[in-house]
């Protein structure tokens, strides 16, 4: 059975840094593209980064430069450092596998980052 | 980047009704269009792929129409378990970028 399983969110003060992850279990990581989108609090859906099975990386300009998606196969896991943090990266954060077909299809419950002083 | 625009915001329906939720795109992304539903502190799930493909498991009563830059997501028959947010996606192009979302709520 295909899951993902976030973890690492909690509260950072602006300026400070964290790292999200994502263990999956029932496919491998390497193998395929993992995406990480967010959630403000009320607010909508917000894509951030994916990973390729490759290593390709891409990111929303609004975490370019300040965010790094890579991936542990060894763990079957995928990160998301975060550093510079301001408060309006403040959401839910989700790992998702991306299907190669262009839809997510598996996703994980969430993990909450809440940056404040 | 595509700007999705999705209308209305927000849509008050009884069970039974038949609903339609439109997404626009601010230009052509072809049938790269992806539709999620999402219930209150849940994680978003998958409804349709590539505008008109019905994901595995996914009920018939959900259908997607279009291709270019306007999109529709319709439930043909309004059921209690059908009262969420649903969002609109495009992979046309990086960034990806999901519509506002539809809160379909219970007259």
């Known amino acids: 059975e295909v899951q993902l399983a976030e973890s690492g969110g909690g509260l950072v003060q602006p300026g400070g840094s964290l790292r999200l992850s994502c263990a999956a279990s029932g496919f491998t990581v390497s193998t395929n593209y993992i995406t990480w989108v967010r959630q403000a609090p009320g607010k909508g859906l917000e894509w951030v980064s994916v990973i390729y099975s490759g290593g390709a990386t891409y990111y929303a300009d609004s975490v370019k430069d300040r965010f790094t998606i890579s991936r542990d196969n060894s763990k079957n896991t995928v990160y998301l450092q975060m550093s510079n943090l301001r408060d309006e990266d403040t959401a839910v954060y989700y790992c998702?596998?991306?299907?190669?077909?262009?839809?997510?299809?598996?996703w994980g419950q969430g993990t909450l980052l809440t940056v404040s002083s | 980047d595509i700007q999705m625009t999705q209308s209305p915001s927000s849509l008050s329906a009884s069970v039974g009704d038949r609903v339609t939720i439109t997404c626009r795109a601010s230009q052509t992304i072809s049938t790269s269009l992806n539709w999620y539903q999402q219930k209150p502190g849940k994680a978003p799930h998958l409804l349709i792929f590539?505008?008109?493909s019905l994901h595995s498991g996914v009920p018939s009563k959900f259908s997607g129409s279009g291709s270019g830059t306007d999109f529709t997501l319709t439930i043909s028959s309004l059921q209690p378990e059908d009262f969420a947010t649903y969002y609109c996606?495009?992979?046309?192009?990086?960034?990806?970028?999901f519509g506002q979302g539809t809160k379909v709520e219970i007259k």
């Open positions: 590539a505008a008109t």
């Open positions: 996606q495009q992979h046309y192009n990086f960034p990806w970028t």
């Open positions: 998702a596998k991306y299907s190669g077909y262009g839809f997510l299809d598996y």
